[in-house]
Nanobody, 127 residues
Framework: QVQLEESGGALVQPGGSLKLSCDAS????????IGWFRQAPGKEREGVSC????????DYADSVKGRFTIFRENNENMVYLQMNSLKPEDTGIYYC????????????????????WGPGTQVTVSS
């Protein structure tokens, strides 16, 4: 059973940084994509970034380009989202999700494509 769990959410001041983690398990796929989404109160869930396996090619929403970085470290099933220069509008619950297969570069798949989701982690950017 595919499972994902996010961690790292916190309260941070505008201009600050946070590093979110997504721990994915329960699958043996070679080709897949992990995405980060966020949902602010009263708003729809929106895509933030995604990373493909193999190759680790990333994509980002325009609103976070140049400020957020998605990457992996030693553990292949751990995906991180480094968030810098945080703004109040970055506030929300952040979710990671996974989908099997090969996905074209240049844009992340739509929310409906993802097979499994984590429970989310709260990020609040406020002074």
């Amino acid at each position: 059973q595919v499972q994902l769990e996010e961690s790292g959410g916190a309260l941070v001041q505008p201009g600050g940084s946070l590093k979110l983690s997504c721990d994915a398990s329960g699958f043996t796929w070679t080709n897949y994509l992990i995405g980060w989404f966020r949902q602010a109160p009263g708003k729809e869930r929106e895509g933030v970034s995604c990373i493909r396996r193999p190759g680790d090619w990333p994509d980002y929403a325009d609103s976070v380009k140049g400020r957020f970085t998605i990457f992996r470290e030693n553990n292949e099933n751990m995906v991180y989202l480094q968030m810098n220069s945080l703004k109040p509008e970055d506030t929300g619950i952040y979710y990671c999700a996974i989908v099997q297969g090969n996905w074209a570069r240049g844009t992340c798949p739509p929310r409906i494509a993802y097979r499994s989701w984590g429970p989310g982690t709260q990020v609040t950017v406020s002074s």
